[in-house]
């Protein structure tokens, strides 16, 4: 069973074009991220979403909008896309939350996004 | 700025031999502590998580925590090249992991 799923796996597109990458996971875990992995593998959060409620937002550009329709999906909508959004986006969840910190994360397998 | 640091590495060690991963971090609030293993091309995995001061092991692995130092480590005993990978410490900061840049592991056999 797969816990966290992301699709597409690939994705290649031209500049200026705007793309979304969803996710979901079937492990009833309350809280959901969208991180970022850039080419020197560095993983930082862009967001976070605890049963539907943005709670995290880093210092992201609002070209990048997430949404959750339910606590089970969080996807990432990009608009306007630039070469320096190519990396890798990784959805992530977690079982527990405890009202000021998180617990163990799960990740997804990641989506590769590269912009032409 | 809330940082985790670690050496990049590569780190090389023999098959056989002890690994020894260290993890530094500015923030005193932190209360737990993980250490993740991404293979190349894939997801990070869960291999450990510490939340109180002292020594954690689990099977080849353990994992070390001093508050006080603001310091965190792995150990990888018995290192296998199916070890070799990249190993993130992850320090919990309120609602988010902040991850270091992670350190790579080469295991010769």
């Known amino acids: 069973d797969t816990a966290v799923s992301q699709t597409p796996k690939y994705l290649v597109t031209q500049m200026g074009n705007d793309k979304s990458i969803k996710c979901e996971q079937n492990?009833?875990?309350?809280?959901m991220y969208w991180y970022k992995q850039d080419s020197k593998k560095f993983l930082k959060i862009m967001f976070s979403?605890?049963?539907?409620?943005?709670?995290i937002n880093e210092t992201v550009p609002n070209r990048f909008s997430p949404k959750s329709p339910d606590k089970a999906h969080l996807n990432l909508h990009i608009n306007s896309l630039e070469l320096g959004d190519s990396a890798v986006y990784f959805c992530?969840?977690?079982?527990?939350?405890?009202?000021?910190?998180?617990?163990?994360?799960?990740f997804g397998p990641g989506t590769r996004l590269t912009v032409l | 700025q809330k940082e985790v640091e670690q050496n990049s590495g590569p780190l090389s060690v023999p098959e056989g031999a002890i690994a020894s991963l260290n993890c530094t971090y500015s923030?005193?609030?932190?209360?737990?502590f993980f250490w993740y293993r991404q293979y190349s091309g894939k997801s990070p995995e869960l291999i450990m998580s510490?939340?109180?001061?002292g020594d954690k092991e689990d099977g080849r692995f353990t994992a070390q925590l001093n508050k006080a130092s603001q310091y965190v480590s792995l150990l990888i005993r018995d290192s296998q090249p199916s070890d070799s990978a990249t190993y993130l410490c992850?320090?919990?900061?309120?609602?988010?992991?902040?991850f270091g840049k992670g350190t790579t592991l080469s295991v010769s056999s």
């Open positions: 979403y605890n049963n539907k409620e943005l709670i």
């Open positions: 992530a969840s977690s079982p527990i939350w405890r009202g000021s910190s998180t617990d163990t994360q799960y």
């Open positions: 992850a320090v919990e900061l309120g609602t988010a992991l902040i």
């Open positions: 510490i939340y109180s001061n």
């Open positions: 923030d005193r609030g932190s209360q737990s």
């Open positions: 492990l009833g875990h309350d809280t």
